[in-house]
């Protein structure tokens, strides 16, 4: 496994001087929040300041993994709205796909629960139209080499796509080189989804783990039973990234908190000695 984490735990827009630092924690890459990179995540970005910014990044010694927290800045957009809201959604996915692509990442975290909450629509009729969506999404973005993943959230966050299960069966409808599964340590948790027949489901298609605690506070202090999900990561042979998703904790020492997590993952799910 390699160790990332994201941009979440930095300052908002200047945050590139820290990048030295966390690579030499044993941090290899870095997952991102667009709209922590940049005032505007769309209409007026430019593929210089991508440039630019990707060059920071592979500066330090480190490289992007790809995004999420994808529609922080864009409350209006979502999977179950008008047909106009929706194709602006698919628009600005597409865009940001290419903005990942870009920055040399792949993966594209779908969790933002404001952009997927189906209030009153039956599930089984949003399950039918987030098929839709992201199958015809996959096709625009294939060619990009990036992938979307629907990330399962807790019942506390959003009230569509709660377990791996509910991801795991719209992948295998979707069945799409550009649809892949992301995990996400406190959802599992809530879910009841930490033992083996989960993880050996999703195995072949699973890609990205984010690391965390309800309320993304400091590794070790909540819920979550990290060495459980390490090894049951370890007997799926699971080989991708595993990013810390921790906010930022401390405003006048923002890499303090970060050190102490990235510690505990190099322990945990590293199995490297501090």
Known sequence: MKLAISNIALPAYEHTSFFPKIREMGVKGLELAP???????WESLTSRQVSQYRQSIENSG???????SLFFDRPELGLFSSSDITQKTLDFLIHLSKVCRDLGGKTLI??????????NIPFAQAEAIAVDFFGTLCNKIVAHGTCICLEPLTTNESDFINSVTDSHRIATII??????IQIDAKALTDAQEVN???FNKISSQLVHCHVNEPGLGLLGTGIVNHPQIANFLYSINYSEFVS????MLDCANPLEAIKLSVSFMKKIYLNESN
């Open 62 to 68: 480190l490289k992007v993994v790809g995004l999420h």
């Open 175 to 180: 069945d799409h080189p550009a649809f892949k």
């Open 110 to 119: 779908f969790g933002s629960p404001a952009a997927r909450r189906r209030n």
């Open 196 to 198: 083996s027949e989960t």
């Open 35 to 41: 709209s922590r990179v940049w005032m505007n995540t």
């Open 244 to 247: 810390l998703e921790q906010r």
